[in-house]
């Protein structure tokens, strides 16, 4: 059974930084790409970062380029993101997922394989 484990999550001031991991299992992980999704409160969610099956390729949106980072480790079935200079408005519950794509960020269409997310909070 596909499962995704997001772990890392907590309270940070704005400016402050958080790596979250996201613990695949159930499929083979080489095979997909992957992406980091949020969701705030009231708020649609919406991809945050991707990252192709080999790692070559990956994707961030407009609000975080530069400043978060997505890798995976394969053997460890395994993806992160290291969240830097953290703002008020990343706060949001983050989920992890199989990707459909990476450009533009997005899981296929009726995907329903989510976890329960980590909460992140940034405030003063």
């Known amino acids: 059974q596909l499962q995704f484990v997001e772990s890392g999550g907590g309270l940070v001031q704005p400016g402050g930084s958080l790596s979250l991991s996201c613990a695949a299992s159930?499929?083979?992980?080489?095979?997909?790409?992957i992406g980091w999704f949020r969701q705030a409160p009231g708020k649609e969610r919406e991809g945050v970062s991707c990252?192709?099956?080999?790692?070559?390729?990956?994707n961030y949106a407009d609000s975080v380029k530069g400043r978060f980072t997505i890798s995976r480790d394969n053997a460890k079935k395994t993806v992160y993101l290291q969240m830097n200079s953290l703002k008020p408005e990343d706060t949001a519950v983050y989920y992890c997922a199989r990707a459909f794509s990476c450009i533009p960020i997005k899981t296929a269409r009726g995907y329903n394989d989510w976890g329960r997310g980590t909460q992140v909070t940034v405030s003063s």
């Open positions: 990252i192709s099956s080999s790692g070559g390729l990956t």
């Open positions: 159930g499929f083979t992980l080489d095979y997909y790409y």
